[in-house]
């Protein structure tokens, strides 16, 4: 149903999936090619479905979809989730159909998980050749949904002594892209156990996080 209708308001989407008595919208992580870990933070998406439906009471699957870059099931998911440390490669026809995906309505998040940055700078510019990332304000409305981020990006891990910073792809006046640079939201999503990450900061990891779904369902 979703591919048929991508292009309306995705929070139209999932309102007539609760009333059509569909299976609840899954959140889908990308695998692509490379060598990079793109299976990293196993539990991150699950926990930021549950934490979704808890505080912004949505209706979200917590088992979340995997999904290749140049296959047609890209489509059937609003919102994509890219992660790792490591090498990213697109092909011409992977890359064309990730462009065709965000164009037609669909909206990818990169966390990175240190060392991202200069693979999947280049693998974007693939699928935007014309656009360039842009650092959002701190007043843009991603920061402003559920959850108040008056200073933009929670700073989860430490990486590089850099500050977090939230980059955007912007096409034709709309966000498709959104960009966790030296933040690590995904790690921040992750089981508690995992990283071992005071509560306070799990919190603000999985508070961000839901401002981003709020902001695809309702941008």
């Known amino acids: 149903m979703i591919r048929k209708i991508l292009t309306i308001s995705l929070l139209l989407v999932l309102n007539l999936c609760r009333l059509s008595g569909q299976d609840a919208l899954k959140l889908a992580l990308l695998k692509y090619r490379g060598g990079g870990d793109w ?20 209706n979200l699957n917590t088992d979340f979809a995997t999904v290749e870059v140049g296959s047609r099931e890209i489509f059937d998911y609003p919102f994509l989730h890219i992660t790792g440390h490591g090498n990213i490669i697109f092909s011409p026809e992977e890359a064309e159909n990730l462009r065709n995906y965000l164009i037609g309505g669909g909206f990818l998040e990169i966390s990175d998980n240190y060392g991202i940055d200069p693979y999947i700078r280049l693998a974007m510019k693939q699928v935007f050749p014309e656009l360039e990332f842009i650092e959002l304000p701190f007043d843009h409305k991603i920061y402003h949904q559920h959850f108040q981020f008056s200073k933009g990006l929670p700073k989860i891990h430490e990486h590089d002594g850099k500050p977090a910073q939230g980059f955007g ?17 995904g790690d921040g999503w992750e089981d508690q156990a995992v990283h071992h990450d005071p509560e306070e900061i799990r919190l603000k990891a999985l508070q961000m996080g839901a401002n981003i779904i709020q902001y695809v369902f309702t941008h």
């Open 39 to 58: 299976y990293a933070n196993p539990t991150s998406l699950s926990n930021l479905s549950a934490f979704c439906n808890k505080t912004l009471k949505m």
């Open 169 to 185: 792809l912007i096409y034709e006046g709309r966000l498709v892209c959104f960009y966790d640079y030296e933040c690590d939201l």
